[in-house]
């Protein structure tokens, strides 16, 4: 495999942003998931809506929403993208327990949604983390990767 160069350093290693203005706007969508483990308590309670601070998925969901429209501020040398649908979603698993998080992030732009789509997954794991806390200090957060993405010069992808 040959080694490729990575886009965020020049010639002489230092940090830059990359140039996209010579990119075609292009369709491009991203989704990540991610997996947040509990006790079955915990989910039971996240399920019933009936925690002290809320309803959690509601809150996950708006969270990872709100996050993936401000990825740029938090990922140094992301593009800011007008981003055109994100979306987040949730499925309850019993073995192990926990919730497994899906967000969607879509663009007609000139560079990729990845870092949004990620950034909504993590941002959705943190707030279920803090809304469940006091009850289930040992939650834990795993899988968060890319599982597809589409449009741009390299195409669709899915893990």
Same mark, same amino acid.
């Given at each position: 495999?040959?080694?490729?160069? =990575?886009s965020?350093?020049n &010639?002489?290693? %230092? $940090?830059?942003?990359v %140039?996209?203005?010579?990119?075609a706007? @292009?369709?491009?969508s991203?989704t990540a998931?991610?997996f947040?483990s509990?006790?079955p308590?915990?989910?039971? +309670?996240i399920l ?7 309803d959690?998925?509601?809150a996950a ?12 501020? =938090?990922?140094p040398?992301?593009?800011? +993208?007008?981003?055109a649908?994100? @979306?987040v %979603? ?5 073995e192990p327990? !926990? =919730?497994?998080?899906e $967000?969607?992030?879509k663009v007609? !732009? ?5 870092? &949004?789509?990620?950034?909504a997954v #993590?941002v #959705?794991? +943190?707030t279920i983390y %803090?809304m469940?806390?006091?009850?289930d200090?040992?939650? $834990?957060?795993?899988?968060?990767r +890319?599982?597809?993405?589409t !449009?741009?010069?390299?195409g669709?992808?899915r893990?």
């Amino acid at each position: 495999m040959t080694a490729r160069r =990575l886009s965020h350093l020049n &010639e002489a290693g %230092d $940090a830059r942003m990359v %140039d996209v203005s010579a990119k075609a706007v @292009t369709e491009r969508s991203a989704t990540a998931e991610g997996f947040v483990s509990m006790a079955p308590a915990t989910l039971d +309670l996240i399920l019933s809506g009936e925690t002290k601070k809320g309803d959690v998925l509601a809150a996950a969901r708006i969270a990872g929403i709100m996050a993936a429209k401000r990825t740029a501020e =938090l990922i140094p040398l992301c593009h800011p +993208l007008p981003l055109a649908q994100v @979306t987040v %979603d949730f499925a309850p698993s019993r073995e192990p327990a !926990g =919730l497994r998080i899906e $967000a969607t992030a879509k663009v007609e !732009g000139k560079t990729g949604v990845e870092m &949004e789509a990620l950034t909504a997954v #993590s941002v #959705s794991c +943190l707030t279920i983390y %803090d809304m469940c806390k006091a009850v289930d200090r040992e939650m $834990a957060f795993s899988g968060i990767r +890319l599982i597809e993405k589409t !449009g741009g010069r390299s195409g669709t992808i899915r893990r």
